[in-house]
């Protein structure tokens, strides 16, 4: 069964501050790869997607993903952080012909302005 | 315009009762999902719909009980609510089963039970 693993629960950073968040899966297949952000009592939105191509995707406010098949991760990074980036940041993975997500347990950015 | 779309929004109910969640969603899309967060905010999936046919029944109790009326509708029904339903449910879609598309997500409804 697939699994998705996001190592930091709680983040905090300043403004500016550089940002990286962990997800690993476990799948030996083929997947699509997702990051999800649900701000302050929002629904989930998307971030950026990795179905296939360049392992390097950008998405939207500035964050990028890094897909490393070797490693089976899929890394979030954002090079300076905003207080607006508050919120609760999700990895999530469904096997390729599949729509059943399946989802990290989350975590959770603070920024201090 | 709203894509994916959930009532109500906050739904406050004593153990026991039977209570519906309704799900709309205006973008063509052929699949339909219910997703339960939980307090951890923890997220997982219970149903998915394919063109108004049972996808995915993610061994959710009995008391759960969706339908679809056609392929942009996807309501939940819950019998004899219990305390650990209390949960904030999220309703998604996304094109055809198979596609490698991301799933839209509702704003969710936040269901307490007292």
């Known amino acids: 069964a697939q699994s998705v693993s996001q190592h930091n629960h709680h983040v905090i950073l300043s403004e500016a501050a550089s940002l990286e968040l962990g997800c690993n899966y476990s799948y030996g297949g083929t997947v699509n790869l997702f990051w999800y952000v649900q701000y302050p009592g929002q629904h989930l939105q998307l971030l950026l997607k990795?179905?296939?191509?360049?392992?390097l995707v950008k998405g939207i406010k500035g964050f990028e993903a890094e897909f490393i098949k070797s490693k089976f991760s899929f890394n979030l990074r954002k090079p300076s952080v905003q207080w607006s980036d508050t919120a609760e940041y999700f990895c999530?993975?469904?096997?390729?012909?599949?729509?059943?997500?399946?989802f990290g347990t989350g975590t959770r950015l603070l920024v201090s302005p | 315009d709203t894509a994916v779309s959930q009532t109500p929004k906050y739904l406050v109910t004593q153990m026991g009762n039977d209570k519906s969640i309704k799900c709309e969603q205006n973008?063509?899309?052929?699949?339909m999902y219910w997703y339960k967060q939980d307090s951890k905010k923890f997220l997982k999936i219970m149903f998915s719909?394919?063109?108004?046919?049972?996808?995915i029944n993610e061994t959710v109790p009995n008391r759960f009980s969706p339908k679809s009326p056609d392929k942009a509708h996807l309501n939940l029904h819950i019998n004899s609510l219990e305390l650990g339903d209390s949960a904030v449910y999220f309703c998604a879609s996304s094109r055809r089963q198979g596609a490698s598309t991301e799933a839209f997500f509702g704003q969710g409804t936040r269901l307490t039970v007292v």
């Open positions: 990795y179905f296939s191509g360049d392992p």
């Open positions: 719909y394919n063109n108004k046919e049972l996808i």
């Open positions: 973008l063509g899309h052929d699949t």
């Open positions: 999530a993975v469904n096997e390729r012909g599949f729509q059943k997500l399946v």
